[in-house]
């Protein structure tokens, strides 16, 4: 069963998120914390697959950014959903700065957003804990790495990608299929806003700068002529040791 903790002062408040967690997914296990003291001895304690907090907890305004600091310090990478009244133009940068997930300013967001924000994070905990199950450790540096809770982080050869949430999941979108021809359509799925061919082509022209800054030599995603894109994996034997 997966487990989500909700850290909100105001009552009301966290007792719409639980119901709207619920309704999206009713076997999650849901806690509810409403002081910054509680939710850091549960964050120390339990081994939770997603977190939702607010910024300001009673009377301290920042007790969300020292809570994200504890579960960082932790190193669980459980992803962070931010919902807080402080202005999304402010302190959206900071949660990101923070590897927060993303961040939902209160009384400009309907259920329907927000529950689609969770089913992403909820996806990426599954995809997180399968591929724990699963993994093989690698020897090398040289293959590309995604951490899905912590946004879709990238790696390449051990070194921080950086780009856009939506370059992310288009990455992430075209690793996951390697080796196959990921179209125009299905990476139309994986970005809310711009869904056209031509906002497709800066998004992969952002990822390609982005990792050539990084390697100089790099050509792992391939564009298919009036199909979309392929991310190649290297050649084992074009590696160097």
Known sequence: MYKVAIIEDDEPTSGQ?????????????VAQWFTRDAAETAIAREDYDLVILDIELGRDRHAGVAIINAINKVGRGTPVLVVSAMPAAIYRGIMKALDAWDYLQKTTFEEPEFIETFLDMLRAAKSRRRSEENATPKTNGEELSIDP????????RGKRVN??????????ALFERRGEVVSYDDLFA???????????????????EA????????????????RGFRWVSPNPADKRS
């Open 149 to 156: 809770l912590r946004q879709g982080v990238p790696f390449w």
């Open 163 to 172: 780009v856009p949430l939506t370059a992310q999941r288009i990455l992430a």
């Open 190 to 208: 994986v970005v809310k806003s711009g869904r056209n061919r031509e906002n497709i082509r800066k998004h992969i022209s952002t990822l390609r």
């Open 17 to 29: 998120l639980r119901d709207w967690v619920l309704s999206a997914a009713p076997d999650i296990a």
């Open 211 to 226: 990792f050539r800054e990084l390697d100089e030599h790099f050509d792992a995603i391939e564009n298919v002529p009036m």
